[in-house]
């Protein structure tokens, strides 16, 4: 789908992952994105136990239909909470009540069901995209088993236009793709300006089969997302090792060599290889958002990737 934006919204943060966030601030992130010309947005049933969907769903709703892509999940249905006694889903990371839970459900009624809860949450009529979430965390060969399949025949009664996996580990990306007929792949941390362990397995099937990548998460869960990483910066949403806060930290070093921001160039280098089609971020942060589109259009001379594959960084 080449009418992905190259810049895409992802909607985890407005699902107050790690804190709460207002609907006013919600909405002002994703106007931020919408007019700095964002058209592709993507959300989860997972994040927020729905409240990402709802809130993505309200802002969209305004805008013309064919003017963005969207993509959402399955994989995990939302059914009420039997022990709910007032307690918020911070286990999960999302500061949001837990009178919902998750149950995992890859079987074709479940991943029917799981678009038709998504699309009522989100008040439209349809997804462009559909992405089995995270199967691995639960059952990998009953998720790919069932779940491939299933997604296969939505796309083939033309409920939905492209179907895919989304993940943080590449080797269960290049067992989907070896096993299903998908279209994309969001691959979360595992293409990225510090490490790009997709290319040993993953990105060669995607290129045999003619599947499409979206990298997310390209900040390695923040790492990446200062021009000075902080020893206390996270990674893979938990404490950096110090090896990684250190690498970099060298990357950082050689960037502004060339007067380069290190988020500049971590936003902009997973788009130097043609089968990445978009980059996906997110923030609740509308300044934040502006910030991120000043850096995907921040000029990165090809010097600088070429020292950085010098420095064994990235390939050559």
Not at 140 to 159: F, I, Q, S, T, V
Not at 294 to 312: C, E, F, H, K
Request: a negative charge; aromatic letters at 8%.
């Amino acid at each position: 789908m080449s009418d992905l934006s190259p810049l895409g919204f992802g909607a985890a943060s407005i699902g107050n992952l790690y804190r709460q966030v207002s609907d006013e601030r919600a909405h002002d992130a994703l106007d931020a994105a919408w007019n700095g010309g964002i058209r592709y947005f993507d959300t989860a049933p997972h994040y927020g136990l729905g409240l990402s969907e709802r809130r993505l769903g309200a802002f969209l709703r305004e805008k013309p239909r064919d003017e963005f892509v969207l993509s959402t999940k399955v994989g995990r249905l939302l059914e009420p909470n039997p022990g709910f006694a007032g307690g918020r889903d911070l286990a999960h990371q999302f500061d949001v009540p837990d009178d919902l839970v998750r149950r995992f459900d890859p079987s074709e009624a479940g991943i029917r069901r799981s678009l038709e809860d998504s699309l009522e949450r989100l008040g439209l009529d349809r997804v462009d995209i559909l992405y089995l979430h995270d199967p691995d965390v639960y059952d990998l060969d009953r998720g790919l088993r069932e779940g491939l399949p299933a997604l296969a025949k939505l796309r083939d009664e033309g409920l939905v236009r492209q179907i895919g996996i989304g993940v943080n580990d590449a080797a269960v990306a290049a067992r989907a793709v070896r096993e299903g007929d998908l279209d994309l792949v969001m691959i979360a941390g595992r293409y990225t300006l510090l490490e790009q362990p997709a290319l040993a397995d993953l990105f060669p099937v995607c290129h045999e089969r003619g599947v499409c990548v979206v990298a997310a998460a390209v900040y390695n869960s923040g790492l990446l997302a200062s021009s000075a990483p902080a020893a206390d910066a996270t990674y893979n949403y938990s404490a950096a090792p110090a090896e990684l806060v250190e690498r970099a930290r060298e990357i950082a070093r050689i960037c502004a060599e060339y007067d380069v921001e290190l988020p500049a160039a971590a936003l902009q280098f997973p788009l130097r290889d043609p089968i990445v089609w978009s980059v996906v971020v997110g923030t609740a942060n509308p300044d934040a958002v502006r910030q991120n589109l000043q850096r995907m259009a921040a000029p990165i001379p090809d010097d600088l990737w070429a020292a950085l594959a010098v420095g064994g960084f990235i390939p050559a």
